[in-house]
C-alpha cells in the first residue's frame, strides 16, 4: 500500500513556478531520498506534503485520503527541520511533549512517550536543559525525539544533518537508517548530499529545476541514470564525461579515443550494450565512472576484451585505499580509480583497462540518455 | 573592552595622551548635555532670594525643598492651586494604559506581517508604515471629528485611543521587524505539532520577544508621556496630561515669576521618562541590536 502519493503536483510562487509537475508514490514503509542540487524545490516539495504550503496543481495523498486541504497538524506526519526548530524558551522535555499537550493527550501517557523516545534517543539526562544548552548533534536527537513522539504515518526530513560536522553527520546517517529498521515508519528524507542519498534510501527521487529527474533504487540510479545530469550528481568522485566520435565496422561500435601525443585508439563497445547503431560516424557524449578506467591487470586483460589504453598520469591523488589517477582523453580531462600500487608517477605512462561493459552513452545536445 | 589588556601593558606616552585627550571630549560632551540639568536641580532647591541675588550654577546658600513642595500640590494652575499632582496622574492613567495596548497590538501585528502573511499583507504593512511619517498635526482635525462622533471628546479614554491609533505604526514595526528575524521554521514545527495562530503567538513568540518588549515600552513611554500637542488638544481641565499641566503653571503668573517652583515640576514631569531609561536602557540598546547579533 502506498503510504504517500504525489500525483502531478505544480507550485508557484507569484509568477515562478517552482516545481513542475512531480509525481512519485511511496510504499509504506519506505526510505524515499529527494536528492538534487540546493534550490531545486526539495524544501517547498516537502512543505508541499507536511502542508505548510498549499499546491497549485495536482494532489497529495496521505494513506488512502487526499490531503490538499487538510491542515497540517491533521496530516499525520512529523517533520524534522535543518536548524531543528527546537522551541528555545521550553526545556527538552517540554519540546517533546509540546505536541502532544497541544492534542490533549492525558499527562500520564505523556510522560510515558517522553520516556521512551528519550531511552530510544539516548537524551534521558537532557531532559531538563534547554536547547542552547546542547551540542548539534544532541539538538539533533532531540528533533528527531519530537518527531518520533508524535507517531506519525509518514516522517519528512529537511536536510536534518546538514548543520553537523562531518563525522557526526556520518554517525547520525547510520543512527537514523537503523531508526528507521526499527520503528519502520514512512520516511521522505530530503538532503542535497547524493552520498546520504545513496546509503540511506530505499529509492531516490533526484531533482533539478523542480522536476525529478529519476525515480528509482540507489543501485539503478547509479549504473542507470536517466540522464548526464543525474550521471553527473550521483557518485563521487563524478563519471567522466567525454565527447567521443562513434565508428561501426562489421557491426562492432567502438569509440574513436585521442589518448594524447596524436595517438588515438579505438574502444570497442560490447555488442550487448551497445545502442550506438544509428550513430555512426557522429559525436556522442561518452560516460564512464572512475572504478572503470583501473590499472591493467592480467585478469582484467582476460575479460576485459582487450580495452587498453596508454596514456599519460597528469595528477594523482592517494585517497587511502584507491588512488585517483587523472588523464586527459579526448581533450577533457578523465579520472581514474587504481590500486595505489599501481598508480604511476605524473608525466608516466600507464596501461589502463576502461571496463566498457558499464559505459553509458548520452545525447550531445540534450543530454539525454541513448 | 579595550581596558584589558590595557591592563597588562604599559601605554606608549602617545597613546595616554590620546588616552586623556578622549576622556576630556567625553566628559565635556557629558558636562554639556548634564549642565540644564544641573541648573534644574542647583535652581529647584534655592530660595527665591538666593535666585535672584546669585547666579544659574552657585550652589544654593540656603537648601530648601520648598519650591518642590509647591510643584506638587501647591502652585496654581489656572484658576486651580493644587500643583501638578492630579496632571501627574492623569499622565499616569493615560501612559500605562495607552503604552500597554498599542504595545500588545504591535506584538499582534509583527507576528501577522512576518509569520502569517497573506495575499496584500505587505502592501498593508506598508501603508501601515506611513503612519510612521505623519506629522502630528496633519491629523489633528481628523481625529477631532473622529473623537466627537466616538463620544470620547476631552477625555482621557480619548487620549488614549488617539495615542494608540498613532503609536501602532511604530510598535507594528518594530516587532515585525524582530520578529522576520525569529525562523519560520519555529512556526512551522509548532503548526505540524498542532497549535493554532494564539498558541503558537503565546508559548512560542512571546516568550522570545523580552528585548524587542522593552524596546517597545521604551518607545512608547517616551513619546506618550512627553506628549504636549495631543494633550493640548484632546484634553481639557481635569483631564489634561503633566506635560501640558507644566506649560500652564510656568504660564500662569501670579506677579513674581518662581523659577524654583518651574524648575521643580519640569523635573517632576520628566522624571518617569528618565527612571526608564534608566532602569531599562541596557535592554534598549540590546533589544536595538538583537537583530544583528544572534544570541
Ligand atoms: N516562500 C517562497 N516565496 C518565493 N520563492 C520561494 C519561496 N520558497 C522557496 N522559493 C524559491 O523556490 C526555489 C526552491 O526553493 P527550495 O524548495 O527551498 O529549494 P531546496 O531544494 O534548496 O530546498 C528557490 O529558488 C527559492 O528561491
Ligand atoms: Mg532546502
Redesign the interface.
Known sequence: MAALKIENIYKKFGSVEVLKGISLDVASGEFLVLVGPSGCGKSTLL?LI?G?ETVSAGSIMIGDRVVNDI???DRD???V???Y?L???MNIRKNLS??LE??KMPKAQIQEIVQKVSTLLQIQNLLDRKPSELSGGQRQRVAMG?ALA?NPKVFLFDEPLSNLDAKLRVEMRTEIKRLHQRINTTIVYVTHDQIEAMTMADRIAIMKDGIVQQFDTPENVYDNPSNRFVAGFIGSPSMNFMPAKVGIDAGQAFLIMDTGNGRSHKLTVPREISPLAPWNDREVIFGIRPEQITEDTKRSRETGKNNIINCEVQVVEPTGPDTLVFIQLNGVEVTCRVHPAAARRPGETMALQVDMSKAIFFHPETGERI | MPDMSAGNQRLSISQTIGRWLIYAVLILFALYFLLPWIVMLLTSVKTMADIRTGNLISFPREFTLEAWKSAWSGACIGVKCGGIKAYFFNSVKMAVPAVAISTLIGAVNGYVFSKWRFRGSEMIFSLLLIGCFIPFQVILLPMARTLGNLGLAQSLSGLILVHVVYGVAFTTLFFRNFYVGI?T??V????????GFF?IFF??ML??SKPIFVVCIIWQTTQIWNDFLFGVVFSSGDTQPVTVALNNLVNTSTGVKRYNVDMAAAIIAAFPTLLVYIVAGKYFVRGLTAGAVKG
Open positions: 512543505n507536511a505548510l491542515s497540517p497538524k506526519i512529523a517533520m527541520f535543518q536548524s526548530a522551541y528555545p524558551n509540546f505536541g497541544t492534542r519530537r508524535r | 525562523p521554521e519555529l512551522n514545527a509548532a503548526r505540524i505539532d498542532g497549535a498558541r508559548r512560542i516568550p522570545v
